[in-house]
C-alpha cells in the first residue's frame, strides 16, 4: 500500500511526519466521493471555519438552549 501525500491548507507545504498531520475538514466533490483536508499541527488553529458550517452549527446550539414547542 502507498503513503497519502498530505499537504497543510494553511501552508501549502507537505506534512512528511504522519504523526504531525491533523485532519481538519471533508470537502465535498462535485461528481463523486471528497477529500479530506490536512494541516500541520502547529498550524490546524489557524484556518478559518467555513462560513456555512458555522451557521449550521450555531443554528442547532440555539435551538437546543431556546427549544420551540413543546
Not at 499537504?7 to 475538514?25: G, M
Not at 470537502?27 to 490536512?38: C, F
Amino acid at each position: 500500500m502507498t503513503p497519502h501525500l498530505r499537504v497543510c491548507r494553511q501552508c501549502d507545504e507537505p506534512i512528511t511526519d504522519p504523526d504531525d498531520a491533523v485532519l481538519v475538514a471533508q470537502e465535498a466533490g462535485n461528481s463523486g466521493p471528497g477529500w479530506n483536508v490536512w494541516a500541520h499541527r502547529a498550524h490546524a488553529d489557524r484556518l478559518e471555519m467555513h462560513p456555512v458550517a458555522v451557521r449550521v452549527l450555531a443554528r442547532i446550539l440555539l435551538v437546543r438552549v431556546f427549544p420551540q414547542g413543546g
